[in-house]
């Protein structure tokens, strides 16, 4: 990838979510960055880490794993932002920063097995599935009070929040409401739960709504990084 491209996409991706939080009198200092780097190289992931960023997000294990292996000597926070399989926890438990995907029990307590091992605290965010598609994970939103509850009483995990995916629609209106549903439990199960820090919303296409709706964890890779070849 040209390193002025990657560059000029990064400072622009920053600049325009200082713009969003400006005009939705948010704190850009609030939000995280986590850029989504699934499918491109390490060189990639080496230069935006150079200018100063830490946050970076995958979708499978093994390529998580690898780039980790590969990129040890950099300082970089490793989030899995797509779906666990209960059986890769292990690969991962060591090293990952922050999981945004759970959404079950049973895979809470297989992370916290392995955390106990590696004697750590893993950091997860709950998957809700705002949009009712049965093709995305996530647990529905009627359910997240009854399983945070269960999570909390695991001593080697911590919960950090709520993640949601918007719908892929080009109605605004949609996006919106999924995201102001996630936004509304939120801010119920804070009360309960204190160590909710993080509302994981917002790629791409929506990031600008994301904001607005009171995101403060966008999950952003081909605004960054350019289009993907899943051919490679």
Same mark, same amino acid.
């Given at each position: ?50 200018? *100063? ?9 093994? $390529?998580?794993? +690898? &780039?980790?292996? @590969?990129?040890?000597? /950099? ?62 994970? *996530? ?9 945070? $509850?269960?999570? +909390? &009483?695991?001593? @080697?995990?911590?919960? /950090? ?72």
């Amino acid at each position: 990838m040209d390193k002025n491209y990657l560059e000029d996409n990064y400072n622009d991706l920053i600049s325009d979510i200082k713009n969003v939080c400006e005009e939705s009198a948010r704190n850009f200092s609030d939000i995280t960055l986590v850029a989504v780097s699934k499918t491109f190289p390490e060189s990639d992931i080496t230069f935006i880490n150079d200018l *100063g960023h830490l946050d970076f997000g995958e979708n499978k294990v093994q $390529e998580l794993k +690898s &780039k980790y292996d @590969n990129l040890k000597d /950099k300082n970089i926070k490793w989030h899995l932002v797509g779906h666990l399989q209960s059986n890769k926890v292990k690969y991962i438990a060591d090293f990952v920063h922050l999981i945004h995907s759970v959404d079950s029990f049973k895979l809470a307590e297989i992370i916290d097995e392995h955390a106990k091992k590696h004697n750590r605290v893993i950091d997860i965010l709950i998957q809700v599935n705002t949009s009712n598609e049965d093709q995305k994970s *996530g647990i529905e939103p009627s359910d997240a009070s009854s399983l945070c $509850e269960e999570i +909390s &009483k695991l001593e @080697n995990v911590r919960l /950090k929040g709520l993640m949601t995916i918007g719908m892929f629609t080009d109605d605004e209106k949609i996006i919106r409401d999924n995201f102001r549903l996630l936004r509304n439990l939120y801010m119920e199960l804070r009360v309960t739960f204190n160590t909710f820090e993080y509302l994981s919303m917002g790629m791409t296409s929506d990031y600008k709504i994301a904001i607005e709706e009171g995101s403060n964890m966008l999950r952003i890779g081909s605004a960054i990084f350019g289009n993907r070849n899943y051919l490679n």
